[in-house]
């Protein structure tokens, strides 16, 4: 299975933080799967955001539970991570990763940049 | 939330060196943690699970070991591709919190 990130590499101060991760080699339907988002910041720190199942219940991290939305697209077997209000501290390598019931993160995306800046 | 506290943040060591490093937790997780290596611009890489289950693929020079709050990583004899990154992460509970970090460097 492999995890492909995409979305703007660029967000202004205040507004929406908008990506998406396309699953090839796998289905977002498994239902022994979860998919979460993990960001890196430039000083290297590796946050968990949260994580969609595939019938969309989510879990989130509190420190973004305000300002981020998890959904997953079956359709399409993709998920999406929005994350309202930036401001810089938000600059990161946003990455999409694939855990089992135990959430350790056994398959990672490339990663996405992302700075915020106006 | 529990943290996860690494150390040291930067490990100088030799090709053929054997090195250990060190990932305590705030409070008891069990075996629940996870070793990560990064080299840069890369993601990271599943290395170990449940403490000591090396992942499929993972040289065996890696071994994990500890349980409750303390756990350590040990490379047995470094090669020149484990010169990286390595973090742990606990997943005992949520949020599942990285430590920040240990990196390998060439003396």
């Known amino acids: 299975v492999s995890l492909q990130e995409s979305g703007p590499g660029l967000v202004r101060p205040s507004e929406t933080l908008s990506l998406t991760c396309t699953v090839s080699?796998?289905?977002?339907?498994?239902?022994?799967?979860?998919w979460s988002w993990i960001r890196q910041s430039p000083g290297g720190g590796l946050d968990w955001i949260g994580y969609?199942?595939?019938?969309?219940?989510?879990s989130y991290n509190p420190s973004f539970k305000s300002r981020v939305v998890l959904l997953v697209d079956t359709s399409k077997n993709q998920l999406s991570l929005s994350l309202s209000s930036v401001t810089a501290v938000d600059t990161a390598v946003y990455y999409c990763?694939?855990?089992?019931?135990?959430?350790?993160?056994?398959?990672w995306g490339q990663g996405a940049r992302v700075t915020v800046s106006s | 939330d529990i943290q996860m506290t690494q150390s040291p943040s930067t490990l100088s060591a030799s090709v053929g060196d054997r090195v250990t490093m060190i990932c305590r937790a705030s409070?008891?997780?069990?075996?629940?943690v996870a070793w990560y290596q990064q080299r840069p611009g890369e993601a990271p890489n599943l290395l170990i699970n449940?403490?000591?289950n090396l992942e499929s693929g993972v040289p065996s020079r890696f071994s994990g070991s500890g349980s409750e709050t303390e756990f350590t990583l040990t490379i047995s004899s470094l090669q020149p591709d484990d010169f990286a990154t390595y973090y742990c992460?606990?997943?005992?509970?949520?949020?599942?919190?990285f430590g920040q970090g240990t990196t390998l460097e060439v003396k």
């Open positions: 990763v694939r855990s089992a019931y135990d959430k350790y993160f056994d398959v």
């Open positions: 969609v199942f595939y019938n969309g219940r989510t």
């Open positions: 080699g796998g289905s977002v339907k498994d239902g022994s799967l979860y």
């Open positions: 409070q008891n997780i069990h075996k629940w």
């Open positions: 992460q606990q997943y005992n509970s949520s949020p599942y919190n």
């Open positions: 449940k403490a000591s």
